[in-house]
């Protein structure tokens, strides 16, 4: 058995996409599942290098100058004030700007022993405003969706998500007003996984809850790309006319962000590592506990062995590399 694999500094080439396209250059950085942890170790998460990850990949992000960079959920463990607290010390040295949306481990759950911030007092902290919102990037409209709670608290017993009542009428007034939508949202729409696993715990807590009425509103505004994160496994995947980009996991292997360079030309996404060859490897050797975490760094592990996962028009249609998708 070879190696486990792992990414050169400089990264590599995840995807190259005839949309979404720009006639201004525009480079979006996505950052996701941080899941900073002060007083915790171990796990595949790596809780005791999380906040020397996170300072890493800020420095890295102020080099590369995106933008804007997009935090797309699980900021901290379980949602501690404290996590929270030292997340803000080592962002506060980003030099780019930066958008939040929250992640199910940045809200309250029932079963928390600590008093999470509400997600009024998150969107306070971190949107100019409240979610959803618009930001306007360079050429293209970033849309941002909170899936990680609803108003009636009905998603505080579970870790999966949707997006709320209100949330889909406001896409239903807003898409059509924008001329280059790219939406972001912390759980999957499209599965991963095929239809069989797709249902099945654990993984139908990957996607959202009603996903197909998400789906089937941004397919019919053509909407070209959708960023997530919560899955830990970067790849693309196509269903029902939408394209899902799932950006790595900062805190687990290979310990990388996404960078998002949008041109007439179309969109090409890297991976990038905050973290060395040595780094890399003890993350992977961290997801060996159990069956559901070996086969999540075998899904990583051969994504980047087959990167770029698409590279159209050469690949005109794809499943994930690695997975076990079903037509």
Not at 143 to 155: H, I, Y
Not at 259 to 288: C, F, K, N, W
Request: aromatic share 4%; net charge negative; with cysteine.
């Amino acid at each position: 058995m070879g190696a486990p694999p792992t990414l050169d500094p400089d990264g590599l080439v995840l995807a190259r996409l005839p949309a979404p396209i720009s006639s201004e250059t525009t480079r979006l950085a996505v950052l996701s599942d941080v899941h900073i942890a002060t007083e915790a170790e171990g796990t595949d998460r790596l809780f005791h290098r999380t906040e020397d990850r996170l300072a890493t990949a800020v420095d890295r992000l102020n080099r590369s100058e995106p933008d804007l960079v997009l935090f797309c959920g699980d900021l901290t463990k379980d949602g501690e004030p404290w996590n929270f607290d030292r997340f803000d010390e080592l962002v506060a040295a980003l030099d780019p700007p930066h958008v939040v949306t929250p992640g199910n481990h940045d809200v309250p759950k029932s079963s928390d022993e600590h008093r999470t911030p509400a997600v009024a007092a998150f969107e306070r902290r971190y949107t100019p405003g409240s979610l959803p919102l618009v930001e306007r990037v360079g050429g293209i409209d970033l849309v941002v969706c909170n899936s990680a709670s609803l108003p009636d608290g009905s998603l505080s017993d579970t870790h999966e998500g949707e997006v709320s009542g209100e949330q889909l009428s406001w896409l239903e007034e807003t898409l059509p007003r924008l001329s280059n939508p790219v939406v972001a949202i912390h759980h999957n729409v499209v599965p991963v996984m095929g239809s069989a696993l797709a249902n099945r715990p654990p993984w139908r807590t990957f996607t959202l809850r009603n996903r197909e009425a998400v789906s089937s509103l941004l397919a019919r505004y053509d909407v070209p790309l959708v960023i997530s994160g919560h899955h830990h496994v970067p790849s693309l995947a196509r269903r029902s006319g939408i394209t899902q980009l799932i950006a790595p996991a900062a805190c687990a292997y290979p310990q990388a962000h996404l960078l998002l360079e949008i041109d007439p030309s179309g969109t090409t996404v890297r991976m990038i590592p905050h973290a060395d060859r040595d780094q890399q490897l003890e993350a992977y050797e961290a997801m060996q506990a159990n069956e559901l975490r070996r086969v999540f760094r075998s899904l990583v592990g051969a994504t980047i062995e087959t990167a770029p996962v698409v590279d159209e028009p050469s690949q005109p249609s794809l499943e994930p590399a690695g997975s076990y998708a079903q037509p």
